[in-house]
């Protein structure tokens, strides 16, 4: 039977979007992701689509339960992601939103390299319009360095997949592994797209200058491509465990730092989609359980923060810590909304993060990382600071900025609501979201020395924080920019460039004018060598010479005449 | 877009300072409450430092207090304008109008309606 593949119904429906309006338009959109996902939760395990190009076979459609369960959670993210915008009149961001959904679905489901290219593009060419959407100087020129990136991934994933054919005959994609040029090629590529530390700019640069609805969409698909390209590609790589854990340690400390509330949960999205790596990295059954549920439950919890933030921004026009606080007197749905966000990302026991991210700590400590069960713990207790506490704390209480605005429209609190009730349905019923993982552990989050553990861990980082108030010395939110690693390519190296450039065209200069002179001192030299001595070279002639040639001249007329 | 509601500027929960006691008191109560059944519940433990008495609550603490003052220290060296990234060809020609107008561009108004 020829199944329709998943991302078909979002690009048929992206160019529905394109040519209607309204209802109509907002009818499709919500129905698109329903009716593909029924359809999905009916398809077998297995390759429902292949066809032959050049000596390769494509597969742009195969399931498996790695796929089954990223695509379920994209199907849910487009959904709240799209309840969240029924609001907004731009096609722009309509139509490419659903095909950035869509292309992530292809990505999950591609069997085959080269379409996971496809896909992997597609990614960057949509998701920049979600960027470029907000339609100001400062968006445009970052869209433009997160396409730049994106792009670069992608085109290294394609040089990686043509050493991959050449070197296995096959395009297939499955276990990679870092062995020869084509494994770390496409490991490099995927790990561009992850964020990987000194890689990571691109999404704390843009996401945050995205629109309110794009941030939401953004948050949800691109990392988490790439966290299951390398549970397929790259499980059990030791590399990755060190990776991860660094990638969950250096964000928390800019997060606390940093002052648009949007770009402390960019910072937070690394430090979550670290946790999966790790997990990746491990490759026991636990711990690729564990990295699978968190990217699952992340891009709820992570979407609902997001969504709590933009319906700041779209009812404040203001994200910057600075500028507010005291928001829960008029945004009480918001406020509590956003702290069940805040509680799943920071793993209270009974909230969805709780479930998965204990997951990756007992796989760490069981199989011997020590450190990085330390650096694991710390970055909990960290992400609890800054995303559990610094973001209600800062937008909705802290000092009364005596902005009065009331909550946001309907639509945006009812896709809170849902990713809500996601959240806590999956702390209090794990068991749901274990059915769907690709291995079957027995694992029980809920013993008492988890749930102690955590508890105590996250409510004594919470006397730190209100201890740290108390005394003063937590950093108030300042109105800066922070320097990141972007600073090499965004200052460092135009300016390395321009005075090397500079430099060059002195040095260009400074040459060209000293051949000048010499060339004027050397013609100098020789006309004042052959001066008055009638020879080729010299500038002034005497007159006898010249009399002597005007004899010749005349003597030639004689002598033309006379044969004549 | 700035609805005034008149119900707002009664006094609210947290501007009671008596309201943000209450609060941290339980917190208070709930950190010694937590420390308390480190005594009472047996944890099977799978690394020899859980074993160490009240090791998350202090691991909990100290790391936090760490990231902060370590985070405060790194502005030291990081922070700049905020429009520092904006202001690069701007600033060569000295003119302060076209700061202002950028920075007032970029600051943070949503497009979307």
């Known amino acids: 039977m020829l199944e329709i593949p998943p991302f078909l119904p979002f690009f048929i429906s992206a160019v529905i979007a394109a040519v209607s309006r309204g209802s109509i338009r907002n009818v499709i959109m919500l129905a698109t992701p329903v009716l593909s996902g029924l359809h999905l939760w009916m398809v077998p395990d297995g390759i429902h689509l292949q066809f032959d190009f050049l000596d390769y076979q494509l597969i742009p459609y195969r399931v498996d339960k790695l796929s089954l369960i990223f695509g379920y959670a994209f199907h849910i993210a487009a959904f709240i992601a799209i309840i969240y915008s029924l609001h907004v009149r731009d096609t722009l961001q309509q139509v490419t939103a659903m095909m950035y959904a869509g292309s992530a679905i292809g990505a999950v489901f591609a069997g085959d390299l080269l379409s996971l290219f496809v896909f992997w593009e597609l990614l960057a060419f949509t998701s920049v319009f979600l960027i470029w959407a907000r339609r100001t100087q400062r968006s445009y020129t970052a869209g433009m360095r997160y396409l730049v990136i994106q792009v670069l991934s992608g085109i290294i994933l394609l040089v990686g997949t043509l050493f991959y054919a050449a070197e296995n005959d096959t395009l297939a994609f499955s276990f990679i592994g870092l062995e020869g040029v084509a494994g770390w090629l496409i490991f490099i590529s995927f790990g561009i797209k992850c964020a990987f530390p000194l890689v990571h700019n691109w999404l704390t640069d843009a996401y945050p200058e995205a629109t309110v609805t794009g941030t939401v969409f953004l948050s949800a698909f691109t990392t988490k491509v790439a966290v299951y390209a390398l549970a397929r590609g790259y499980p059990g790589t030791e590399l990755l465990v060190y990776i991860g854990a660094v990638m969950t340690c250096f964000p928390i400390f800019f997060a606390v730092i940093e002052n648009d509330l949007r770009r402390v949960l960019a910072y937070s999205l690394i430090n979550q989609v670290g946790f999966m790596v790790v997990g990746i990295g491990i490759g026991t059954v636990l711990a690729i359980n564990g990295a699978v549920s968190h990217a699952f439950n992340d891009v709820i919890f992570k979407g609902l923060l997001f969504m709590s933030m933009g319906a700041v921004l779209h009812m404040t026009g203001r994200i910057n810590g600075s500028d507010l606080g005291g928001l829960y007197k008029t945004m009480p749905k918001t406020t509590l909304l956003c702290i069940v966000g805040a509680a799943s990302i920071s793993a209270f026991p009974l909230f969805s993060g709780f479930v998965s991210k204990s997951m990756v700590m007992a796989a760490a400590l069981e199989n011997g990382y020590d450190w990085i069960w330390l650096m694991l713990l710390f970055a909990s207790a960290g992400v609890f600071h800054h995303a559990g506490i610094k973001i209600p704390y800062f937008a909705f209480f802290a000092h009364d900025s005596g902005i009065r605005v009331s909550d946001p429209p309907n639509n945006m609190l009812l896709a809170m609501l849902i990713a809500a009730g996601l959240c806590i349905g999956i702390g209090i019923y794990p068991a749901a979201l274990y059915s769907l993982l690709p291995y079957d552990t027995g694992y029980n989050p809920y013993d008492a020395t988890h749930v102690l553990a955590q508890t105590q861990l996250l409510l004594f980082s919470a006397l730190a924080f209100v201890w740290l108030n108390l005394r003063g010395m937590y950093p108030p939110e300042l109105r800066s920019t922070n320097l990141d690693f972007d600073w090499i390519y965004r200052r460092a190296a135009p300016n390395a460039l321009q005075s090397i450039f500079s430099f060059i065209s002195k040095v260009d200069t400074a040459l060209r004018q000293m051949f000048l002179v010499k060339l004027d001192q050397f013609l100098a030299f020789l006309s004042r060598r052959n001066e008055g001595t009638s020879g080729l070279l010299s500038r002034t002639y005497p007159a006898g010479s010249m009399v002597m040639w005007v004899a010749v001249i005349l003597a030639t007329y004689l002598f033309l005449s006379f044969i004549h | ?113």
């Not at chain 2, 877009?1 to 006691?21: A, C, L």
Request: hydrophobic share 40%.
């Open chain 2, 1 to 113: 877009m700035e609805n005034e509601k008149p119900s707002v500027d009664k006094i609210s929960f947290f501007d009671k300072p008596k309201n943000v006691k209450r609060i941290l008191y339980l917190l208070y109560g709930s950190c010694v409450l937590l420390l308390a059944l480190d005594f009472v519940i047996h944890r099977h433990v799978m690394h020899r430092w859980e074993n160490l008495w009240g090791f998350y609550p202090l691991y909990g603490f100290v790391g936090c207090v760490v990231l902060v003052l370590v985070a405060t220290w790194m502005r030291t060296f990081l922070m700049r304008p905020e429009n520092y990234y904006d202001e690069d060809k701007s600033a060569v020609d000295e003119k302060p109008d076209t700061n202002v107008k950028q920075s007032a561009e970029s600051g943070g108004h949503d497009v979307d309606a």
